[in-house]
């Protein structure tokens, strides 16, 4: 019999029943809810007369439509009328199934891919689902998450099970050193860049190699977050020591022989030596500079030392075609260097970069310095936890020092379904994961990079290569 990959491994363990050659019914471990994507499906049981089956396995959060202005967790309001209906909305349908909820004034609330991993909601060998497609985040502690649709929503709620059809498996192999300032959100900028936007499409992404063991659980995060803008279906990262430590340290309920029992099953969790890989690619780590986006796909993308491309260099005519409305919307010139393009704003958070590592390392940078002159920047941590830990350790305290705004959690920028938004015309370096036309706000501009490339942004009021601004100052 031919070795198993982690993804085989994870759907088998699952496996309800087999529909077909290609569908299977997959058991779900956990479902994860916001307020715009779970009204339909709740709606859609009631209909039906039809309860929520197994209610202790289903968690809800207000995120994407909630302001995060400054204000104490208990007087926080959603002024707009549609979107506090949503929040409402969310609110009755968990109270009537006995649902969790992290709601508007609760001080944990916060973005439903940081909140669940924080709270040890997550854990190796598990399938999650949600009704959001950055639900990969989860692969980097072993466990399989995917987004999914309304309808698919309300299966789960019905019956804790989705029709599923079986992927096909890829690994990316990363081997070598990161560089000075070069992160986990430069990586996966680079990968989903040579890979393009479709390179992934329809596969389960297992990452290994020496710079992927490297990194820490919540740079895992980020990397699996964003692989998504690749196509990918999920992505994995076998566990190992440093999953486990940040397991351990988040689920509190893990004890004992319980532990040493868990332990000896994610040891399991690994792709065999003989296991088939469909496509498989290779990456240096070396190889890899801070990245940025200079267009409107993530894969449209560069290292921050390089040019704007010449669409006229491109032979084929949609691809041509691409390249020139992407630039005419971004307002670049071909062959323009992507460093000393001057921002507007600066938008760090969102489930890709809100965690407290990104929040450090943009304190570090900024301390003692000052936001440029002209430049409006925003810190939205990534949860309520988050908040406090960055209060705590004085973090909040330099980067307000420095200017920043400190707001309260939530999706806020990332896609501007709440107050916080670009203007038209507005260029914004942005730690959030798509760069799509209109995605933060009407014609705003935006421009993909890591926690310290935007915290140099910030200072410098342009788009600058952290490592030289750096040793500059």
Not at 81 to 88: I, Y
Not at 263 to 289: C, E, G, K, M
Not at 434 to 462: I, K
Request: proline share 5%.
């Amino acid at each position: 019999m031919p070795g198993m990959t982690l993804y085989d491994k994870l759907v088998a363990s699952h496996e309800v029943a087999r529909i077909d050659d290609e569908h299977i019914l997959l058991y779900v471990d956990l479902h994860i809810m916001n307020e715009y994507t779970s009204p339909q499906a709740f709606s859609g049981l009631a209909a039906r007369g039809r309860a929520v089956l197994r209610p202790g396995q289903q968690m809800a959060v207000v995120d994407h439509i909630i302001p995060t202005h400054p204000v104490p967790s208990a007087l926080r309001v959603i002024a707009d009328d549609a979107s506090s209906r949503q929040a409402l909305n969310l609110k009755r349908n968990c109270d009537a199934q006995h649902i969790a909820l992290f709601d508007t004034t609760d001080p944990l609330q916060g973005i439903e891919h940081v909140i669940a991993p924080e709270h040890g909601m997550i854990l190796p060998g598990m399938v999650v689902l949600c009704g959001d497609s950055h639900t990969t985040t989860y692969g980097a502690l072993g466990a399989l998450g995917f987004g999914i649709g309304t309808s698919e929503v309300e299966h789960i709620l019905a019956t804790q099970t989705l029709v599923y059809r079986v992927v096909r498996n890829m690994r990316i192999r990363v081997d070598g050193v990161l560089g000075p300032r070069v992160s986990a959100k430069d990586l996966v900028i680079y990968l989903v860049h040579r890979i393009g936007a479709q390179g992934a499409r329809g596969l389960a992404v297992e990452f290994c190699g020496e710079a992927i063991d490297a990194l820490s659980a919540e740079a895992r995060m980020t990397l699996c977050n964003m692989t998504v803008e690749a196509g990918a279906r999920a992505a994995l990262i076998a566990p190992d020591a440093t999953t486990d430590a940040y397991v351990t340290a988040h689920a509190p309920q893990l004890q004992g022989d319980m532990l040493e029992q868990a332990r000896a099953y994610w040891a399991t969790l690994r792709s065999d030596p003989d296991a088939h890989f469909d496509v498989q690619h290779t990456f240096n780590a070396a190889d890899i500079a801070p990245f940025v986006t200079w267009g409107t796909s993530p894969d449209q993308a560069m290292p921050v030392t390089g040019h704007v491309p010449d669409p006229q260099a491109e032979p084929d005519q949609l691809a041509r075609l691409a390249l020139e409305k992407a630039m005419d919307y971004v307002g670049l010139a071909p062959g323009a260097p992507i460093a000393g393009v001057p921002i507007d704003r600066v938008f760090i958070g969102s489930c890709t970069n809100g965690r407290i590592e990104d929040l450090r390392v943009v304190a570090g940078l900024v301390r003692g310095r000052k936001v440029a002159q002209g430049v409006r920047a925003m810190i939205v941590p990534g949860s309520g936890a988050v908040r406090a830990q960055a209060e705590a350790e004085g973090l909040a305290a330099q980067l307000i020092d420095a200017g920043f705004e400190w707001r309260q959690p939530g999706c806020s920028m990332c896609l501007a379904m709440n107050d916080d938004m670009l203007a038209p015309g507005e260029r914004c370096a942005s730690t959030t994961n798509r760069n799509f036309e209109g995605r933060q706000g009407r014609a705003g501009r935006t421009h993909l990079m890591s926690p310290a490339m935007a915290a140099a942004a910030a200072l410098a009021g342009c788009i600058v290569d952290v490592r030289v601004w750096e040793q500059a100052q």
